[in-house]
């Protein structure tokens, strides 16, 4: 088995039209907890893009411009070496993942693959982490696994720690996870006791007026003995959208 740790450093938060400024891939052999290969690349930014995080990633327009690659010439690798996984393995998959859909051009290299959903395993989302890790950002996690990440939010380094992460846990049950469907759920707590819902990382809908987590289906029997709150799934719901 293979798994192709990936994450990019960015522009800014926004999905649809950031531009990475930054890309790692790492490529992971689980079961033998062997790091096969791992680049990095600073991609160089369009004109028309302002960096506006920077002050978190310490990645800005010089540096960028300085010693980053075009897109277009660290593309082909990307492929590749995500079409030689098994799955790819990102921490928080909706961001990573639309980036890579908008970005890469599966078509136009013959042969490569494209990754389903499916292929996916999102660090974050995908491990049953002990009740008492209530952050589960990468640098509250490093610590709770008794170390720390020297370089946060930089790509390369971001994804080993991810990976050192996950050596921790049972990968098979992970990918289980990965392939359990994400459901919403509805915490039953009135004003008095919201913080019992805040502390299990549920968020406020100020649209509906309710708490609300997504978690995989496969975790909502734990999920009910652990919370210490009545539970209400949520079919069809969107965060922040008028729930029926």
């Known amino acids: 088995m293979l798994i192709a740790?990936?994450?990019f450093e960015t522009t800014s938060l926004d999905t649809e039209t950031c531009f990475p400024t930054e890309i790692a891939i790492?490529?992971?052999?689980p079961i033998k907890n062997a790091i096969v290969e791992s680049l990095s690349f600073l991609i160089t930014v369009p004109e028309d893009y302002d960096i506006t995080n920077s002050h978190i990633t310490g990645i800005n327009k010089e540096l960028v411009n300085t010693h980053g690659f075009d897109w277009k010439a660290v593309e082909p690798w990307v492929i590749k070496r995500l079409s030689e996984a098994d799955y790819l393995m990102?921490?928080?998959v909706p961001f990573d993942r639309p980036?890579?859909?908008r970005l890469v051009r599966w078509n136009s290299y013959a042969g490569e693959k494209p990754?389903?959903?499916?292929?996916?395993?999102d660090s974050r989302a995908d491990i049953?982490?002990?009740s008492t890790m209530r952050h589960h950002s990468l640098v509250y996690l490093a610590a709770d696994h008794g170390f720390l990440n020297p370089f946060p939010h930089r790509a390369l380094f971001d994804v080993m720690t991810m990976i050192k992460i996950v050596s921790q846990y049972d990968i098979n049950e992970i990918i289980k996870c990965a392939n359990s469907k994400s459901i919403w759920i509805r915490a039953g707590v009135t004003i008095e006791d919201r913080q019992m819902a805040k502390e299990r990382r549920y968020l406020w809908d100020p649209i509906n007026?309710?708490?609300v987590r997504e978690i995989k289906e496969m975790n909502l029997e734990r999920e009910e003995k652990e919370a210490g709150f009545s539970i209400d799934l949520l079919p069809g719901y969107v965060y922040k959208e008028q729930y029926l």
């Open 128 to 130: 049953a982490y002990p």
């Open 26 to 29: 790492v490529l992971w052999e």
């Open 99 to 101: 980036i890579l859909k």
């Open 90 to 92: 990102a921490h928080h």
């Open 5 to 7: 740790g990936l994450d």
């Open 209 to 211: 007026k309710f708490w």
């Open 115 to 121: 990754f389903s959903d499916e292929t996916w395993i």
